[in-house]
């Protein structure tokens, strides 16, 4: 998440010049979004191929990674990126740097608070046929989740979790084109 943020900050103070560029307030945005992600994915290749490289020739009895490395694996890793990046994308372009960066810290707390009441919550409300143990955590939540899960199918399941990150990144879009539209930046 670190890279496209940083990308999209370093330029923040040259964006009046935005409107000398031979282009469009939505190709400049666009193009924020296309580039972090474009440079995430390949920091992410990257870091995928030095574990398989780790994992298949250096290490014998070290951490499994080869989950990793399948379309699953690599799902798995992406979704975060895209849902953090679908999040601080619209707060950069509506707030500057230090504005943006307490807004962004407020919505992850709150968020965070919000999860945790949420699987407190849920925790003490279903039903529990089950021992716990002391390495679990929130053990009712997670059988929970993972009945329903096994109910509704792995590739549902994972259907859902594409067009629901895909969906983000869309409303992620759509917002940062609004706000930067409205955003006084000089000329125009």
């Keep these: 998440m670190i890279l496209p943020v940083t990308l999209l900050l370093m330029d923040q103070k040259f964006v009046t010049l935005c409107n000398a560029l031979p282009c469009r307030r939505g190709t400049y945005v666009l193009s924020k979004y296309v580039g972090g992600l474009s440079l995430a994915s390949i920091l992410l290749a990257g870091g995928l191929f030095y574990g398989y490289v780790v994992d298949r020739f250096l290490v014998s009895n070290g951490v499994m990674l080869r989950g990793l490395f399948g379309w699953q694996g690599l799902l ?110 000089g000329g125009e």
């Design 76 to 185: 798995g890793l992406m979704v975060p990126i895209v849902i953090l990046n679908s999040v601080a994308f619209p707060v950069y372009f509506r707030f500057s740097k230090e504005k943006g960066s307490v807004v962004l810290m407020v919505i992850f707390i709150a968020a965070i608070i919000a999860l945790l009441v949420g699987f407190i919550v849920l925790e003490k409300t279903l039903v529990r046929d089950y021992g716990y143990s002391q390495k679990e955590v929130f053990p009712a939540v997670r059988q929970w989740v993972l009945a329903r899960g096994a109910r509704f199918g792995k590739n549902q399941l994972l259907a859902v979790i594409v067009a629901g990150t895909t969906g983000t990144l869309v409303v992620s879009i759509l917002a940062s084109l609004w706000l930067f539209g409205r955003k006084d930046i």
